[in-house]
């Protein structure tokens, strides 16, 4: 069974940072597209990161390069985002995906999801 599984998410002061992990089992992803998705309250959900599991390329949002850095441990199957200076508009729930690297990046859509984790920043 394939599963995709977020932690790490927080209640944290704004200018603080954090770091997301996502557990990808259940396949191998050898030629997918790993990503990492926001949606702030009342809004769409939203791509953020990505990083290909094979060649470790990455593709980011403009508005969080800088701040956002995606990475993976690959013999733990695992997908980090690191954010720092987090700002309350971080708040919101991150997801992690699995599909290829046009529906991750450029469609925001994924074969696989995981459930999300809630980050909330206070300013």
């Known amino acids: 069974q394939v599963r995709l599984i977020e932690s790490g998410g927080d209640l944290v002061q704004a200018g603080d940072s954090l770091r997301l992990s996502c557990v990808a089992s259940g396949r191998t992803w050898t030629g997918y597209t790993m990503g990492w998705f926001h949606q702030a309250p009342g809004k769409e959900r939203g791509f953020v990161a990505a990083?290909?599991?094979?060649?470790?390329?990455?593709a980011y949002k403009d508005s969080v390069k800088g701040r956002f850095t995606i990475s993976k441990d690959t013999p733990k199957n695992i997908i980090y985002l690191e954010i720092y200076g987090l700002k309350p508009e971080d708040t919101g729930v991150y997801s992690c995906a699995a599909g290829d690297w046009h529906s991750i990046v450029e469609r925001g859509v994924g074969k696989y999801w995981g459930q999300g984790t809630q980050v909330t920043v206070s300013s």
């Open positions: 990083i290909t599991w094979s060649t470790n390329d990455t």
